[in-house]
């Protein structure tokens, strides 16, 4: 049992070893779980959640009873997923940014979720030909499947275009790459789920 903790705990280190680690110990003020958020962050973060709070509008065709998480969608390229009030999917590296704020629904077993952007209400798809889309109402196209890999990290794969995998994936340039020129092994394809509401939800109660 010890030696088998110590080898998680080796393969853990092994992973998030060098400029991994390093990233993401400068961005570890994204969980609010920790204290030591700047007061900029916090107010970033809370007006998203606010946002959230009032504004929802799901369509229940498609997404009534599903486990929903907010979270950042950090990219291995070092670009948080952000989808903004024009319906533009893109990288940012502004961990404040409430436009990298989104909530992840499953809509069904398997994996299989709807990703939103929790302040511009829109959904992310992806076409035929492997394109990114915001759309405001959900179909098909929206639904991904969360993958998780062997590298502790996550990939989201369209689930309607199965012909070949097309995935969510960032450039180096924090742009997003066509779903036909993505991998499941490609670096540009893997994602952290980074929480970034609880701390945000217990001051919002605190100033009521």
């Known amino acids: 049992m010890i030696m088998r903790k110590w080898m998680q705990t080796w393969k853990l280190q092994r992973v998030f070893s060098g ?39 799901y369509d229940y065709r498609y997404m009534e009873g599903g486990d929903v998480r907010i979270r950042q969608l950090f990219s291995r390229t070092q670009w948080f997923l952000s989808i903004d009030d024009g319906g533009n999917i893109t990288g940012t590296q502004d961990p404040t940014n409430c436009y990298s704020i989104l909530e992840i629904r499953t809509i069904s077993e398997g994996g299989i979720l709807a990703i939103k952007g929790v302040k511009s209400q829109y959904y992310i798809c992806m076409n035929k030909a492997g ?15 969360e993958v998780f890999l062997e590298n502790y990290f996550n990939a989201y794969s369209s689930v309607k275009w199965t012909k070949k995998q097309m995935f969510i994936a960032l450039s180096q340039k924090g742009r997003p790459v066509r779903g036909k ?28």
């Open 131 to 145: 394109q990114l889309q915001a759309k405001r109402v959900h179909s098909d196209n929206c639904n991904f499947k």
């Open 19 to 57: 400029l991994y680690l390093h990233a993401l110990f400068l961005l570890g003020s994204v969980h609010l779980g920790s204290t030591d958020c700047s007061p900029e962050q916090l107010a970033a973060i809370m007006n998203c959640s606010k946002h959230e709070r009032h504004t929802r509008n």
């Open 181 to 208: 020129k993505t991998r499941r092994e490609h670096v540009a394809s893997h994602f952290i789920p980074m929480q970034c509401r609880e701390k945000a939800e217990g001051l919002e109660t605190q100033q009521i």
